[in-house]
């Protein structure tokens, strides 16, 4: 008796009996007649018992291919449901390990936010694995590196901190300085001077946005920085090192940043600035020794506005300008003889410049200028053009 009331009775063996005796009485029966009505042997006869073969052989065939028909249908629809199964069971093999990439990602990202530097160091290792397993993922990883870097930065060298805190700075600079080489070396790592890409650089389709970032000590020599790097306000501590280095993309962003710190030197000697439409300095303020020996600029735009240099020597000796836009108006700059300004831009004295914050306030300062007497003194005039900038111009690109 069934749940649902309704009585099944199990076939008896009996009823198999019947079933075979039943055909096989019905073959004895077909045959009887068969021999009634051809069985004399005339001629007629034998030609209507290959008729009746000839149909019985038809039906026979007829049966088989629709038996055939009937296994194809049948192993068709296994097939489909097999493909079905399969489709399922990789669906579901890549929801798992999507869940189980998001759930590392997120587990990793969460570590950066520990209070113990280990473990966010221990997060920054876990993200860089699973970028470099995972292409799909680098974007995002990126993005909390430099959101990182973008977060505020306690100097440990500050004055009036305790022991306890001072170590607790010093490691999270340590955590910082790992940032800037897992950048150095999975995004500014891509080809350069003719090396073939490593199996680290992670690809062109990133977005390295610094804005506002402090960067200590950063070291990018002879790197080809990511073209979709930003650096716009940013804060450069210490040692900076471009030198060597090549910047590519559509626009070269400094604008606003900030180079300082003590013992603070920058160098982009023998630096390339060939960004398709904009290099920018704008507003850049340099409170330190900056070296632009023999720096390449090749942009379409190349603008120093309203910067400031406030360190005791600055040279752009050797530095060549193939740019049809130039700009360093409102540069403001002490008088010192140990600087060496662009071919054609020379130091002058203003009423209305007073030493900046971080300048030597013993020395005379002012802007530099393009005197229209440069070329009669028999310096040949560089190819380039002084304005001031439109203030839709001057924002950051």
């Not at 097999?82 to 399922?88: G, N, S």
């Not at 140990?338 to 130091?347: A, E, N, S, T």
Request: contains cysteine.
């Amino acid at each position: 008796m069934a749940e649902d009331g309704v009585q099944l009775r199990p076939l008896p063996a009996s009823s198999v009996w019947w079933i075979l005796g039943g055909l096989l009485g019905l073959a004895a029966v077909v045959t009887t007649v068969l021999l009634l009505a051809v069985g004399d042997g005339s001629e007629g006869d034998k030609v209507r018992l290959e008729a009746i073969r000839l149909a019985g052989t038809i039906v026979l065939g007829t049966g088989g291919g629709a038996a055939l028909f009937v296994a194809l249908r049948r192993q068709r629809a296994t097939e489909l449901d097999l493909v079905h199964k399969l489709a399922e069971a990789k669906a579901a093999q890549h929801d798992a390990e999507q869940r189980r990439v998001t759930e590392l990602y997120t587990a990793a990202a969460e570590q950066l936010g520990h209070e113990s530097a280990a473990v966010r160091l221990a997060g920054l290792y876990a993200l860089q694995r699973l970028g470099q397993d995972h292409p799909e993922q680098r974007r995002p990883i990126v993005n909390v590196w430099c959101a990182y870097l973008r977060m505020p930065f306690r100097d440990p060298a500050a004055e009036g901190l305790d022991e306890h805190e001072r170590a607790e700075r010093r490691q999270e600079l340590q955590v910082r300085l790992t940032v800037q080489r897992l950048l150095r070396e999975h995004v500014h790592s891509g080809p350069h001077e003719g090396e073939p890409v490593v199996s680290r650089f992670w690809g062109d389709d990133l977005d390295v946005d610094l804005t506002g970032a402090t960067l200590y000590e950063l070291n990018l020599r002879g790197c080809r920085i990511h073209p979709h790097t930003i650096f716009t306000e940013a804060q450069f501590l210490g040692p900076t090192l471009f030198n060597e280095a090549t910047f590519t993309g559509e626009h070269t962003s400094f604008f606003r940043a900030t180079f300082t710190g003590e013992d603070a030197v920058v160098f982009f000697d023998d630096a390339t600035f060939k960004s398709e439409r904009t290099t920018s300095f704008v507003g850049v303020t340099f409170n330190s020794n900056t070296w632009f020996l023999r720096a390449a600029f090749t942009s379409e735009r190349t603008w120093f506005n309203d910067a400031t240099f406030t360190g005791e020597r600055t040279s752009f000796a050797g530095a060549t300008f193939n740019c049809g836009d130039i700009a360093f108006d409102d540069v403001v700059v002490p008088s010192t003889p140990l600087h060496i300004w662009p071919q054609g831009w020379i130091w002058q004295a203003a009423d209305d410049v007073e030493a900046p914050v971080g300048g030597d306030p013993n020395v005379a300062w002012g802007r530099l200028v393009q005197p229209s007497a440069a070329s009669s003194q028999g310096t040949p005039k560089p190819r380039q053009r002084a304005r001031r900038l439109p203030s839709a111009e001057r924002r950051d690109r």
